[in-house]
């Protein structure tokens, strides 16, 4: 069974940074596309960044968090990092990685092809 496990949440103030990884034990993991959710209380899951596979020369990002978050990869240590800075209080919620073997399209909170979830790590931006 795929495992993918998150870190890197907790709470911080707003303005601040947090840096979030993922990561598996996969050797398949350079050939994934690999992406990051979240979902706020009472609220559905959001797309928030996406990475192709391999190099990961394309990334994909939500308009909200656009210019503030930065996904990468390192294939040689099976993780993806989502780098958050200007952290706002609307960003709170639990992030989730997902990986995409064989491509994947979002259709509005239709999420095709993340066939591959974390359990998720709680971020918390106070105001």
């Known amino acids: 069974q795929v495992q993918l496990i998150e870190s890197g949440g907790g709470l911080v103030q707003a303005g601040g940074s947090l840096r979030l990884s993922c990561t598996t034990s996969?050797?398949?993991?350079?050939?994934?596309?690999m992406g990051w959710f979240r979902q706020a209380q009472g609220k559905e899951r959001e797309f928030v960044a996406a990475?192709?596979?391999?190099?990961?020369?394309?990334?994909y990002y939500a308009d909200p968090v656009k210019g503030r978050f930065t996904i990468s990869r390192d294939n040689a240590q099976n993780t993806v990092s989502l780098q958050m800075m200007s952290l706002k209080s609307e960003d709170t919620g639990v992030y989730y990685c997902?990986?995409?073997?064989?491509?994947?399209?979002?259709?509005?909170?239709?999420?095709?092809?993340?066939?591959?979830w974390g359990k998720g790590t709680a971020v918390t931006v106070s105001s």
């Open positions: 996969e050797d398949k993991f350079s050939d994934w596309a």
């Open positions: 997902a990986a995409a073997p064989n491509g994947w399209y979002n259709d509005r909170n239709n999420f095709v092809g993340w066939n591959y």
């Open positions: 990475i192709s596979a391999r190099r990961g020369s394309t990334t």
